[in-house]
């Protein structure tokens, strides 16, 4: 599986944009995918992931503002971000695997496939 993210960008501190997260591969859709994010000097964390079935999961930072959601016939999910914050600045990454992928993991380098990043930059 291969995947690419994009849809990053510079974004003001109230402000929404989506991410988007193409997979190649056979059978993308039976996959668990998720975003992860990076900010400077620190590690990478968990933010919301989407099972096979369409159950979801959100880091407690970004819920009730951020949305993880999939398009089956377009092999493709999403992350739509609402009322960003100067703290939701960071690298995001989006990865998938054939486990469940849950918020709450002490690391996450048991996930088999990670895309290549997209910045995104929140200003005050």
């Known amino acids: 599986v291969q995947l690419q993210a994009s849809g990053g960008g510079l974004v003001q501190a109230g402000g929404s944009l989506r991410l988007s997260c193409v997979g190649s591969?056979?059978?993308?859709?039976?996959?668990?995918v998720g975003w992860f994010r990076q900010a400077p000097g620190k590690g990478r964390e968990f933010v919301a992931s989407?099972?096979?079935?369409?159950?979801?999961y959100y880091a407690d930072p970004v819920k009730g503002r951020f949305t993880i959601f999939r398009d089956h016939t377009k092999d493709t999910m999403y992350l739509q971000m609402n009322v960003l914050k100067p703290e939701d600045t960071a690298v995001y990454y989006c990865?998938?695997?054939?486990?469940?992928?849950?918020?709450?993991?002490?690391?996450?380098?048991?996930?088999?496939?990670w895309g290549q990043g997209t910045l995104v930059t929140v200003s005050s």
């Open positions: 591969g056979r059978g993308f859709s039976n996959y668990n």
């Open positions: 990865a998938a695997d054939e486990r469940e992928i849950r918020p709450y993991y002490t690391d996450y380098q048991w996930v088999n496939y």
């Open positions: 989407i099972n096979w079935t369409g159950s979801t």
